[in-house]
């Protein structure tokens, strides 16, 4: 891997509540790093981090972070990220003058990019009378214009259409092909599956890393498919619900009819479920 | 309804702020305007030259506190009119060089004068029972009012009033631009992006310095065309004191943004330091009336020195030589004030050098 950005055992503590303990997620150029986690999981903190709008605590014990000069960084903040009382086109413009990139290049860039989302009909509008996903295309946009060696998206899809997710997706497809190392945040487990690289975080602690494919083959035993909650106490430790059915990890299971391959989803709730279940000092966490 | 009220509460008692400015509010507006606001001159500073000033002096009502008497030197009435210009002290009374004493009072401090003037009135038609020495001394005096002969009132509020402006657009304005930045979310994105500290900081607070430069033109511009207002002095002077309190207003409006979440906590701090600016500051009612335990308030708040500039400068032609002790406690003040305002706004601007 060549010039992976990222963090390297970065620990983050707001007063006495541990955010981060000793986290590590790599970003390596010209691919999609997702971090994915529920609320609270730490990712906004581990994405600050990593963009430079946070310092690690504890100074070098808080860990590393490897990060290009400020000029190369492309940041979405989990706020709106652009100015509400700015047109699309004059928030795209000071984005591009504090960059300094030269009106030659910007140009076509942000032609290309506004008629790709659909926002080029909007350029004289103020971001603030934009709907939710077309603030969150101008935002990934304006991040993305100078064209940086690293960038880091907060949630970039949170909320926001299917349609206007897939355009997010082609923005963010199209950084990573220009060469960009992407960082990026999600709650959706389909957008995580189809990124290079995924670190599952839990309570500021990492529970799985690696590629979508390693995570789900380092699930062990088998899952099982039920119609119902299952009666077994020690088994609805295990369970959880998907589409309408339920689905129990079986530690030591062995494959048999009823059970299913488990995917990105699976293996992140089989995660979760062993570092809750190690919490509680109870069987099957070390299986 | 109820569960209406008890939430309203609760939340009430979660915003500390709005808490402490119905509680602080009441008490403070009831200490000022019980104590401090006061157009009553009980204290008339005044100084004495020329021959037998010491008995005139001795002869004056007990309001009229003598300052300064004649050293000798230059000519008594110069000497005179130099202490009114530059401020020690409102009334002079010059013997001498006419047949009966020379009164001089000074129009800008307004209602000084106007208590001073009531005095000798008063005194002239007997209306007061003094003794009659008192009345003999003042029986044949003339009276001058300087600098203000019509006694008008927007002669001094104009002046003022250029201050109060400034407050409002350097404090209360420019601490919504920096809180709304924040508010937004995007305060974090500028601390990401290729621009130091300084840049975000300069680059926020100039608008809002053109702004307030811009108004006061305009308003010393209008109190000059339509109100009349003399502009006697050196716009240097001037514009070195407005610049002096234009770099406190300012960097007291980024401190108040710094330490405040959201754009109604900004204005609600902005204006709890507006509001005293303005009763106190010797802009509504005379410094002199202010009791004295409220008083050294008004000697701490930057409004106060940058009346008595603006007063001097315009009104008096006062040369800056006077003023250094204003212009002092502003640059001194703005410096602290700026400098506290830089440090809180590093602290988010380069999380990894302020830590």
């Not at chain 2, 500073?45 to 009502?61: D, F």
């Amino acid at each position: 891997m060549t010039a992976a950005w990222g963090a390297e055992a970065v620990s983050v503590s707001f007063g006495a509540r541990r955010a981060l303990d000793q986290v590590t997620v790599g970003a390596p150029p010209g691919q999609v790093t997702a971090v994915v986690g529920g609320d609270g999981a730490g990712k906004t903190t581990l994405l600050r981090c990593v963009a430079g709008a946070l310092a690690p605590s504890g100074g070098p014990a808080g860990g590393r972070v490897r990060r290009p000069a400020a000029g190369r960084i492309g940041y979405l903040p989990p706020g709106p990220g652009v100015y509400d009382d700015l047109t699309v086109a004059e928030n795209l413009r000071f984005r591009s003058a504090v960059y300094r990139v030269p009106e030659a290049a910007a140009g076509p860039l942000t032609g290309e990019y506004l008629e790709r989302t659909g926002l080029a009909a909007v350029r004289d509008r103020l971001a603030g009378q934009l709907s939710g996903g077309m603030r969150r295309k101008l935002a990934v946009i304006a991040a993305m214009l100078p064209g940086p060696e690293l960038l880091v998206l907060d949630e970039p899809t949170t909320g926001v259409d299917p349609v206007s997710r897939a355009d997010l997706w082609w923005l963010i497809a199209r950084a990573a092909a220009d060469g960009a190392a992407v960082l990026m945040s999600t709650t959706y487990l389909d957008e995580a599956a189809r990124a290079a690289h995924v670190l599952v975080l839990d309570a500021g602690r990492p529970l799985a890393a690696g590629t979508p494919a390693e995570i789900v083959a380092a699930v062990p035993g088998t899952i099982a498919v039920r119609p119902g909650p299952p009666a077994d106490a020690d088994e609805r430790r295990r369970a959880w619900r998907r589409a309408g059915t339920w689905r129990v990890w079986q530690p030591d299971g062995v494959p048999a009819a009823g059970s299913v391959r488990p995917d990105l989803q699976d293996a992140v709730c089989v995660a979760a479920l062993r570092a809750e279940l190690e919490r509680a000092g109870l069987a099957g966490a070390h299986a | 309804m109820r569960a209406m009220i008890v939430k309203e509460f609760r939340q009430l008692r979660r915003d500390r702020r709005t808490l402490a400015m119905m509680i602080v509010m009441p008490v403070l507006l009831l200490v000022i305007l019980g104590y401090a606001a006061s157009f009553d001159v009980s204290d008339i500073p005044t100084v004495v030259a020329g021959p037998g000033a010491a008995a005139a002096a001795q002869a004056l009502p007990k309001s009229f506190k003598v300052a300064a008497t004649y050293p000798g030197g230059a000519s008594p009435a110069a000497w005179a009119q130099n202490q009114l210009r530059d401020g020690h002290a409102a009334v002079a009374i010059v013997t001498g060089s006419a047949p009966g004493p020379t009164v001089l009072i000074d129009g800008s401090q307004l209602f000084t004068a106007q208590a001073a003037l009531r005095q000798f009135v008063a005194e002239r038609s007997g209306q007061v029972g003094t003794t009659a020495s008192v009345s003999a001394a003042i029986a044949d005096v003339t009276t001058h009012i300087l600098y203000n002969p019509e006694l008008k009132t927007s002669y001094i509020m104009i002046p003022g009033l250029a201050g109060v402006i400034l407050v409002f657009v350097g404090t209360v304005i420019t601490s919504l631009g920096v809180v709304r930045e924040r508010q937004a979310g995007t305060l974090e994105q500028l601390a990401v992006m290729p621009l130091r500290p300084a840049d975000v900081f300069l680059g926020k607070i100039v608008p809002y310095f053109v702004v307030a430069v811009a108004d006061l033109v305009i308003v010393l511009a209008v109190g000059v065309a339509v109100f009349g207002v003399p502009f006697r002095g050196s716009l240097a002077v001037f514009g070195l004191g407005a610049l002096l309190f234009v770099f406190v207003t300012l960097g007291l409006g980024v401190l108040i943004s710094s330490v405040s979440q959201t754009q109604g906590q900004a204005i609600q701090l902005a204006v709890m330091t507006l509001l005293p600016q303005v009763l106190l500051s010797g802009l509504i009612f005379p410094l002199t009336s202010i009791v004295a335990g409220v008083r050294w308030i008004a000697y701490l708040l930057p409004l106060t020195y940058f009346t008595e500039i603006s007063r001097g400068v315009m009104l008096r032609a006062q040369p800056i030589g006077s003023l250094w002790a204003p212009f002092a406690y502003l640059a001194l003040l703005g410096t602290a004030v700026t400098g506290l305002a830089i440090w809180r706004f590093r602290a988010f601007l380069a999380p990894g050098a302020a830590r």
